[in-house]
């Protein structure tokens, strides 16, 4: 599952507004749903060095992490993991790629 609309502030992984609406529907689906666990997954484009971009993603998937907990899921349901700029879905020589390059990803566990 890849969410849509989960956007954060430029090279930050303060959660925009709009992303709360996103993750609000998660966290309601968690919550109907006590026996899904997940995997919260950061990923990044290629722009920047390569250890920026795997904290930047961790930072981000663990923002996610916290506002869902926040939400009032279970923690032990959570994992969250940062992959950087390892895993693109698209090329990166295009702005249009790098963008959806730059994506949080939630697998159901």
Same mark, same amino acid.
């Given at each position: 599952?890849?969410?849509?609309?989960?956007?954060?502030?430029?090279?930050?992984?303060?959660?925009?507004?709009?992303?709360?609406?996103?993750?609000?529907?998660?966290?309601?689906?968690?919550?109907?749903?006590?026996?899904?666990?997940?995997?919260?997954?950061?990923?990044?484009?290629?722009?920047?060095?390569?250890?920026?971009?795997?904290?930047?993603?961790?930072?981000?998937?663990?923002?996610?992490?916290?506002?869902?907990?926040?939400?009032?899921?279970? &923690?032990?349901?959570?994992?969250?993991?940062?992959?950087?700029?390892?895993?693109?879905?698209?090329?990166?020589?295009?702005?249009?790629?790098? &963008?959806?390059?730059?994506?949080?990803?939630?697998?159901?566990?």
């Amino acid at each position: 599952m890849v969410l849509e609309n989960i956007f954060f502030e430029l090279d930050s992984y303060e959660l925009r507004s709009e992303s709360k609406i996103e993750l609000d529907g998660l966290a309601d689906f968690l919550r109907d749903n006590p026996t899904v666990s997940i995997l919260i997954g950061g990923h990044t484009d290629n722009l920047g060095q390569a250890a920026y971009n795997q904290s930047l993603s961790e930072n981000r998937a663990k923002s996610v992490y916290s506002y869902l907990v926040k939400g009032g899921v279970d &923690a032990s349901r959570l994992k969250y993991k940062g992959f950087g700029m390892n895993q693109p879905i698209a090329d990166n020589e295009t702005e249009e790629g790098r &963008a959806k390059n730059r994506r949080t990803e939630i697998t159901i566990l």
